[in-house]
């Protein structure tokens, strides 16, 4: 049995998102700001201050994104819980403005295989520019699907690494497998001015992912969230009357 992993949401909802993603990455970065500011009380609290906003190649265990029109912090393992845990109780303590909306979520996550296939929905995936040239290279849709799937594989083994998950190759089988495609009519933006290619992608695989899950780049900005769907909405998807205006490759 695989050790569950803890996961902190928390949404503040007296404190709106910033609607710029420029603005968004200073949000993330005035976190770090004031945990450096607290030093000694990271040191105490063993609280590495990089778990916020890093540039890594590595898994954002720490993600902001929107919850209606307040922003919610998710904080995934326990390493990246203590660290939210320490800059929520610093920010009350500096801000003289009382939080009156606050909706704590704490749960654990028991990653797992299982003996049959859950489908999945990813939203706003988020790709590199290599990898967009790359599809828009492949003619033959069958190809460029089982590229998007070696992708998604990926980030999953990246992500199994970060909670520290591993299994015995010779008894288990990632399994991935795409059953659409569709690409957001529009890069979407990032920060500093800079735009990535979004996916829209709906696949199955033969393992328990958290509802919390977010794969692809800029996840620490909330972007590439993976929600579980049914196979017959998958099959049934439209991209034409999505009002994000999705489009073929």
């Not at 720490?62 to 990246?80: F, H, V």
């Not at 799937?149 to 690494?161: A, H």
């Not at 709906?202 to 977010?214: A, D, G, T, V, Y």
Request: proline fraction near 4%; charged fraction near 25%; hydrophobic fraction near 40%.
């Amino acid at each position: 049995m695989s050790k569950p992993v803890p996961i902190l949401s928390l949404r503040l909802l007296d404190i709106p998102i910033p609607a710029r993603p420029g603005d968004k990455q200073l949000l993330l970065t005035g976190a770090k700001d004031l945990l450096r500011t607290y030093k000694d009380r990271c040191e105490v609290a063993g609280v590495d201050i990089n778990l916020f906003h890093n540039k890594e190649v590595i898994y954002s265990g720490i993600q902001l994104s929107k919850y209606q029109s307040g922003s919610e912090w998710t904080a995934i393992g326990e390493e990246c819980v203590r660290a939210l845990e320490l800059w929520y109780l610093l920010f009350k303590e500096t801000h003289p403005v009382q939080l009156e909306h606050v909706v704590e979520i704490r749960e654990y996550y028991t990653p797992a295989f299982l003996p049959y296939h859950r489908f999945y929905q990813a939203n706003a995936l988020l790709i590199s520019d290599v990898l967009a040239r790359e599809l828009n290279e492949i003619e033959d849709n069958f190809r460029r699907m089982d590229r998007v799937e070696r992708y998604i594989y990926g980030n999953l083994m990246t992500f199994f690494q970060y909670i520290g998950f591993e299994f015995n190759k010779d008894f288990h089988f990632l399994k991935v497998q795409v059953a659409d495609i569709g690409m957001y009519d529009k890069a979407l933006p990032v920060f500093h001015s800079q735009k990535k290619t979004a996916l829209r992608v709906h696949f199955k695989c033969n393992f328990r992912l958290p509802q919390n899950l977010r794969l692809g780049q800029s996840t620490a900005l909330g972007f590439g969230n993976i929600i579980t769907v049914s196979g017959k909405k998958i099959k049934n998807q439209k991209y034409q009357n999505d009002e994000r205006k999705m489009s073929n490759f």
